[in-house]
C-alpha cells in the first residue's frame, strides 16, 4: 500500500468515526486526520492500520482501537497550548495525536515503563517530526511526574484499579483527567474534571478493556 491508499483510508476512518459519535471534538477530528496511523504500528500490520481493532505492539501490549482513542481523546479536549501528560506511551500515536493538537507552544509528557517501547516509540515521534513537543520518560506513571507538574491535561491509557493519587493532584484547577478504571478485564472510562477551586467531578463514560496498568497506584505484576 502507498502513501495516497493510507491518506484515503485515514480519511474514511475519521469519517466514520464522526458519523458514529466517537470523534466528536474538533481539534481531535483534525490531529487524526493529521497523525498517520500507519507509522506506529510494527511493520507486518501497516496494511492493518485503518481497520477500528487495537494492533499488538510487542511485549504483550497494544496500540489502542481508533474508536478507542477518538472517544478519549474527544473526552480530553486538549487545546493549543496546554501541557499535557500520558500514562503508557506504547507506540507513541496517542502522544503524537496530542502534540499535534498542543503545537509548539504545548508539551507532551508521556510515560512507559518498558524501555524498549520508550525507545521505539521516541523514534516514532521523531519520524513525524514531534520530537520537540513531547517527552517519552520511562518510569511508573502511577507516580505522574511531579517536576513538570501541574498539567492541563492527563490522559491514561491502561487499566487501573482504582484514580491514582498522584494524578489528581498533579492536575490543574479546569484540569481534565481521562482513565480506564475497573478489574483487569473490563473497565469503565472515566472522565475526571476539577474545578477552578480544585474540587473534582467524576463522570462514567464507555465500558472498554486495555491492557493494565502496573505500578505502585495500579496492578502488581
Ligand atoms: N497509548 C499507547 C497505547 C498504550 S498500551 C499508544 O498510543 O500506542 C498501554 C501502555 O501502558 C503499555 O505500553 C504499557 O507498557 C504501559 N504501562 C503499563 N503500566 C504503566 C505504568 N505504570 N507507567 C507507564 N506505562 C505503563
Given amino acids: 500500500m502507498d502513501m495516497e491508499d493510507f491518506e484515503k483510508q485515514r480519511k474514511i476512518l475519521v469519517e466514520t468515526l464522526v458519523a458514529e459519535g466517537v470523534l466528536f471534538d474538533e481539534y481531535a477530528r483534525k490531529a487524526m486526520l493529521k497523525v498517520p ?60 495525536l496530542l502534540a499535534a493538537i498542543v503545537g509548539d507552544e504545548g508539551h507532551i509528557y508521556t510515560i512507559e515503563r518498558i524501555p524498549e517501547l520508550a525507545e521505539m516509540a521516541k523514534e516514532n515521534l521523531e519520524k513525524i517530526g514531534y520530537s520537540s513537543r513531547v517527552t517519552v520518560i520511562v518510569s511508573d506513571g502511577t507516580l ?58 467524576i463522570r462514567k463514560d464507555t465500558w472498554c478493556a486495555f491492557v493494565p496498568l502496573i505500578g505502585k497506584y495500579g496492578w502488581t505484576l
Avoid at 500490520?45 to 472517544?71: C, F, R
Avoid at 482504582?162 to 492536575?171: A, G, R, S
Avoid at 480506564?180 to 477551586?197: A, C, S, T, W
Fill in 37 to 96: 496511523r500507519e507509522l506506529f504500528v510494527p511493520g507486518h500490520q501497516k496494511h492493518l492500520a485503518y481497520i477500528d481493532e487495537p494492533l499488538p505492539i510487542g511485549y504483550g501490549q497494544t496500540i489502542s482501537a481508533p474508536s478507542m482513542v477518538a472517544i478519549m481523546t474527544s473526552h480530553l479536549k486538549t487545546r493549543p497550548g496546554h501541557k499535557a501528560l500520558e500514562i503508557g506511551t506504547g507506540s507513541g500515536y496517542q502522544s503524537a
Fill in 144 to 201: 505522574g511526574c511531579k517536576e513538570k507538574a501541574p498539567y492541563d491535561r492527563i490522559i491514561v491509557t491502561a487499566a487501573s484499579p482504582d484514580i491514582p493519587k498522584p494524578l489528581v493532584e498533579q492536575l490543574k484547577p479546569n484540569g481534565i483527567l481521562v482513565i480506564p478504571v475497573g478489574d483487569r478485564y473490563l473497565q469503565r472510562l472515566l472522565i475526571v474534571e476539577k474545578d477552578e477551586k480544585g474540587r473534582t467531578r
